[in-house]
């Protein structure tokens, strides 16, 4: 039952929370960023007054579960990205440019995601995007003339370079067609993108739990990294955040080792140490052996690698990352051991909660942004984790709802086991 003394507070936070009052993070007025491309370290985010979780607040309200309205009204106090996955160039050009016009009203800066490359996701759960490369390129140009001269963060399809046609299954891509189609467009929407003003571009680079080190840097460089700020890491997954800034600096150092270190390294990301790396026998590189995954500080052959092969550049030499921690506030999800021949780890994993709040404040020298990629409370896919289902046997059987769609009950655990708390004093 709700008392007296919680809805008198609950309601009006609820109230707030649809009028978008400004509603800016919870931080306090800072002066306009600088224009240009650096992300500034006073940057506000912009806060979508009609993210799903201000929604939820409400119906939790009107169903009497306090603690879990209060939860999402806070929530919806907190910035989110806004992703950009369908619709004609003139569709989403007018979105954006409608995004641009509220976050420029209340002197703030939105996070933008573009996921709609062709071929997106391995026509897997999250499947879709342009038909063909000129569509995509011409949905792109109207993304950018949406943003214009304002300032904008724009994150480079999530899954797009470190999930490549070739990487899809031995079918997908025979010949590498699609693939060198894949990084043409990539790269051809950084250039398209960075050409604006007050846009900083982040290409997403997958999770510390995903490709090795060298391989997607690699990968960044092929697709326009050096024109971008920088790269974009665990977008919709759940590695923690110490583990990512360590990750990040050894791409960010790969990245310098390739194309300003010693001769013999310029061009080989190969010879970069990556995360599964080990000076233990035997080193092959791959998961395993010395290496516990689970244990970062068996990384620290990687670390003592990059100390003596790379050292110390200076900061304005190394390329810069921004983080999602909408989900990572617990970290990754271990599933049981031998439970699942396909866990899909990555696929709304249970009891998770979310992580440190949207800054440009890190205290992180390479790390531009802490930001909630993600949208917090929406499904990544129907998970059956290699069971023939019906259903999640995470969730007893529960069929997740489609990618993308919203799940109330995840975005209440996520709430609930969000570290920082989202909300004090109440209960779970």
Known sequence: MTSVRTSR???????????????????????????????????????????????????????????????????????????????????????????????QAGRTVPVLVLYNVTGRDCSFYSSGGADTSEEYRAWVKAVADGIGTGKAVVIVEPDGLALLPRDCDATTDPTGTLTTARIADIRAAVTTLEARPGTSVYLDAGSSNWRPVGDIAQRLLDAGLEQSQGLALNVSNYQPTDQLNRYGTWVSKCVWFATKGPDWARGHTDRCANQYYSAAAPNDGLPGNAVDFFDPTTWRWTDAWFDQNVGTPAADQLTHYVLDNSR???????????????????????????????????????????????????????????????????????????????WPDFAHTLARNANPSLTFNLPR
């Open 9 to 103: 507070w609950l309601a009006p936070l609820a109230c707030a929370v649809l009028a978008g009052a400004g509603l800016t993070g919870g931080a306090a007025a800072a002066p306009v960023p600088a224009a240009g491309h650096a992300l500034p370290h006073d940057t506000r985010f912009y806060v979508d007054p009609d993210a799903g979780a201000a929604r939820q607040a409400v119906t939790d309200l009107k169903a009497g579960h306090t603690a879990d309205a209060a939860r999402m009204a806070m929530l919806a106090t907190w910035p989110q990205a806004i992703w950009l996955d369908n619709g004609t160039p003139a569709e989403v050009g007018a979105r954006v440019k409608k995004i641009m016009q509220k976050a």
């Open 328 to 406: 990572n506030g617990l970290g990754a999800w271990i599933p049981p051991a031998g439970k699942y021949t396909d866990a899909e780890h990555w696929c709304n994993a249970p009891g998770r909660g979310i992580g440190v709040r949207p800054t440009a404040d890190t205290g992180t020298p390479l790390a531009d942004a802490y930001l909630y990629v993600k949208t917090i409370g929406e499904s990544d896919g129907t998970c059956h984790r290699g069971t023939p289902g019906p259903g999640d046997p995470e969730y007893g059987g529960v069929e997740d709802p489609a990618a993308g769609a919203w």
